[in-house]
């Protein structure tokens, strides 16, 4: 006797197929518990008429009711697309909810065959059930993967089938985002429609309208594993493929904006990072707290890096709450030029330590900021002793490094709690930063390996020298940071080009506008619309000039 229930479902499908309605078949095929009655008739049907063993019966089944091949000029094969109703049908018969690791694999090799009816004829229709399965798929595996107890089995299992071999461990979260990766792939690789993957209407044409969706699952997966390699990946095959990316719907733009913020910020790109960041900010909507406090941590960062800092204001913004606390007394520090703060500040032992740890931001805060603490003691050191320069006599204004060194002597040595005139470690090693120990606990000796306890001498740290002072200064100047030059026989830093103006604005220009002026605006992944067409009166990249009626230069028109 033929199921009523499978029977009804079936023809039903195959009438959504029929309407090309890729929404209603999303809705039609439910897979996660608690199931509708409805569906709980299917799964008793099929356990009871098509058991595992008759795996054909099911397909047979399934072709009785949705045609192999569809009929019509835009007709093709639909197998791949029955394949995955008979795998849908199995999986409601097979999963078990209790065993979670069992039902990633399940549910993956379920989207793996959506994936293949995917690039079929019937691609646009099951793209919301791609999504969707890619969406649940991505929120097992980070709920698995913070469940160590549930997948340990698999690190075992998979060390075992490497032996001794250095291969590098696929994680369940890594394994679930590249079969994602590949729903992403077929979204970007559509070859229907214009070439601009627009319709006539300016919208993704196709199934390039998964390709962001799809993306941003990926970069999740990718992010949350730390595979920054992989996501590299996906923002290279976007900026060479991708239709623009302003075409996409809001949340698409905005996560995908942050993604690659982020990107760019493990990467030292701080820039081009708050250029992507700032235009997720600013295209988030303002009800979404919590998705615009996670773009602002690494805002905020960005620009500070850049020597930038956050207005009072947005810290009076309901997404910003907590975070004056955090960032506000390393703003601090760095315009005061305090080292001592700044140090304080940034150490791993420090009252915020842990959220910025978590955040993967407090290295490049101490690293990247403490130049500018350096710039500020310098600048503060000029307002107090420097000498203002004489433009009748040419004489420069000049800030004195002595005097900058006993200020600066003077903040380490409250900061590293002299005991007995000799100085705790604080970074600075015979006269070299050294930026590996510039964060060690103060109060311990560090480690030291066993094998090596006879060979290593105790070298307590030296306060900051004139060397140190000379180079940081001459760093400064290179990176027009400041505007002078440093004269080393006279321990001296000299303002130029202060003739008609005030010498603290011109020696001492805004990090800001020094880095903004010399940074590439370009962010490459980020697809912007496409530029208007060169005007044929001037020249430009690309442009084919034809020469062959040329003058040489200088000579007389005939």
Known sequence: MSPPTVDKFLQEIARILQEKNGIQLEEYLKYEPPLPALYNQIVSEVKQVYLPSSQENLERKCKSFIPEYEEGEDGGSRASFISFMVKYFAFLRDVDVVNLVETHDQLKALLNQAILALGSSVGVIILPTVVSLSRTLAR????????????????RRQSTVEGEEAVERVTLVESSANVIREAFKKCLSERGGNASGLNNSGKPDGRRVGIYVTANLCLKLFFHCKKLRSAEQIFGNIYQQSPPLGRFPASQRVTFLYYLGRYLFANSHFYRAQIALQ???DQCHGRCINQ???ILNYLITSNII???FPASELFARPE???LIEKFEPIRTAIVKGDLAAFRRCTDIDSAHAEWFISKRILLQISNRCEIFVWRSLARRTFMISGTQGDAINKRAPTLALQDMLTLARFLESKQLKLSNGLPMPNGLVNGNVDAAHSHMNLESPGYVDPDLADAVEDQPPLLPTMDIVESIIASLIEQDLLHGFLSHSSHRFAITGAKNAVPLKVGFPPIWDVVSAKADKEVPGWVREEKKAPDLAGFGPGMVVNLSGARPAGAAAG
Do not use: F, N, V, W
């Not at 097992?140 to 997948?151: E, F, M, N, S």
């Open 140 to 155: 097992l595996a980070i709920g698995l993967d913070k469940r160590p107890d549930l997948t340990e089995h698999l690190t």
């Open 279 to 281: 235009a997720a900010y």
């Open 320 to 322: 910003a709450a907590g």
């Open 306 to 308: 850049l020597g930038r």
């Open 292 to 294: 615009r406090r996670l």
